[in-house]
Nanobody, 116 residues
């Protein structure tokens, strides 16, 4: 079965950096585009970034463009999100997403808190 396991979240000061990882299993990772989303309690889940099967193309929400970088290692079945110049507004639960056929698969999320 499809499994997505995020890690790398934590507490960071404004201006700091974090690198999120998503370990994928149960499907042919190299055959599917992948996404990162985030969600704040009481708000809808927000799309953050997307990446094609080979690592290109990449696309970003305007709110993170120039600060976040999505990447993937198909040999290790792992998706990454490098987050730089973090802001308090980036505080959220971050999820990786695998749209496979008619199904959308999600991990359990990893919490990112940006606060001084």
């Amino acid at each position: 079965q499809v499994q997505l396991v995020e890690s790398g979240g934590g507490l960071v000061q404004p201006g700091g950096s974090l690198r999120l990882s998503c370990a994928a299993s149960g499907f042919t990772f190299s055959s599917y585009a992948m996404n990162w989303f985030r969600q704040v309690p009481g708000k809808e889940r927000e799309w953050v970034a997307a990446i094609g099967v080979t690592g290109r193309p990449t696309n970003y929400a305007d709110s993170v463009k120039g600060r976040f970088t999505i990447s993937r290692d198909n040999a290790k079945n792992t998706l990454f999100l490098q987050m730089n110049t973090l802001k308090p507004d980036d505080t959220a639960l971050y999820y990786c997403n695998a749209p496979i056929g008619r199904h959308n698969y999600w991990g359990q999320g990893t919490q990112v808190t940006v606060s001084s």
